[in-house]
């Protein structure tokens, strides 16, 4: 048999972390000032090296660029999560499962409809008996 999957590890359920405040955590706008105090603040006679500068230009770029990265997983990830469970059961209509009565005899049909009443989702399959099945009565899917 299949295990389900626990709705408590969800990313919805998870709690959104806490940002840090403080000097401990430095983000893109800490490093411009750094960046545009160390610049205001150089040696007239002694200026940056344009290799040192290129450098620190690279590690901003490359920091910026995490930064949108994590932000368009963490968007892909939500909409994955709030997609519709009916959209999600629907991927079985026309495939083969396979359940246990009962007795324990194995039995198989191909998923017909796709229903949610009250949270629940049930499968009708389309043999004689019109069976309705949930989610975690199903032990095989194939084509």
């Given at each position: 048999?299949?295990?389900?999957?626990?709705?408590?590890?969800?990313?919805?359920?998870?709690?959104?972390q806490?940002?840090?405040?403080?000097?401990?955590?430095?983000?893109?706008?800490?490093?411009?000032?750094?960046?545009?105090?160390?610049?205001?603040?150089?040696?007239?006679m002694?200026p940056?090296?344009?290799?040192?500068?290129?450098?620190?230009?690279?590690?901003?770029?490359?920091?910026?660029?995490?930064?949108?990265?994590?932000?368009?997983?963490?968007?892909?990830?939500?909409?994955?999560?709030?997609?519709?469970?009916?959209l999600?059961?629907?991927?079985?209509?026309?495939?083969?499962?396979?359940?246990?009565?009962?007795?324990?005899?194995?039995h198989?049909?191909?998923?017909?409809t796709?229903?949610?009443?009250?949270?629940?989702?049930?499968?009708?399959?389309?043999?004689?008996?019109?069976?309705?099945?949930?989610?975690?009565?199903?032990?095989?899917?194939?084509?």
């Amino acid at each position: 048999m299949t295990n389900p999957i626990d709705s408590s590890l969800y990313l919805s359920n998870n709690p959104p972390q806490q940002k840090q405040t403080g000097t401990n955590i430095l983000g893109k706008d800490d490093f411009l000032r750094i960046l545009i105090t160390q610049l205001q603040n150089q040696d007239p006679m002694n200026p940056m090296e344009d290799k040192d500068f290129i450098a620190q230009m690279a590690q901003f770029s490359t920091l910026e660029q995490m930064t949108n990265m994590s932000k368009s997983i963490e968007s892909f990830l939500q909409e994955i999560q709030n997609e519709s469970p009916i959209l999600k059961g629907s991927e079985l209509i026309g495939k083969k499962v396979a359940w246990l009565d009962e007795k324990g005899n194995q039995h198989q049909a191909v998923v017909e409809t796709v229903s949610i009443k009250d949270g629940t989702m049930t499968f009708t399959l389309n043999d004689e008996q019109k069976t309705s099945l949930l989610l975690n009565d199903i032990i095989q899917v194939s084509n």
